[in-house]
């Protein structure tokens, strides 16, 4: 059988991620960024949510009337929850597309320089 010491000692494996597939990249980055993207929009709400309940919008209309700059608060409107889910969910669209398209060309990117160099060197071990 062989000696007792030798057949517990863990097995190494070293191994080269050589290719990425680009179309796996670009559906689990889809994915992920997707979810990235509805944290992002409730994050915003949530964060919307407790400035409001803070008071901090009223805060700034009021002291805007007592100094005189009642023309300024109508930039406040651009505060109102309708709006700031609606530059949240752009920004989320816009994340979607962009993490998507970088993450698949960086899969490409990283196939041709692995072609050249080897690709990432990885050690795995059986304990």
């Known amino acids: 059988m062989g000696d007792p010491h030798y057949d517990d000692a ?3 494996v070293d191994l080269a991620v050589a290719r990425l597939d680009a179309w796996s990249v670009m559906k689990v980055s889809f994915l992920l960024s997707v979810a990235l993207g509805v944290a992002m929009v409730i994050g915003t709400a949530i964060l919307w949510f407790m400035v409001d309940g803070m008071h901090v919008f009223s805060t700034i209309e009021d002291f805007l ?3 005189g700059a009642e023309r300024y608060a109508s930039f406040l409107d651009y505060a109102r929850l309708p709006k700031v889910l609606s530059y949240a969910t752009i920004a989320a669209v ?12 960086g899969s490409l990117l990283y196939n041709v320089i692995t072609s050249l160099v080897g690709g990432v060197k990885i050690s795995l ?3």
């Open 94 to 105: 816009a994340n979607v597309v962009l993490m998507t398209a970088m993450l698949t060309l």
């Open 65 to 67: 009337v007592q100094i």
């Open 10 to 12: 863990p097995r190494r």
């Open 125 to 127: 071990m059986d304990e």
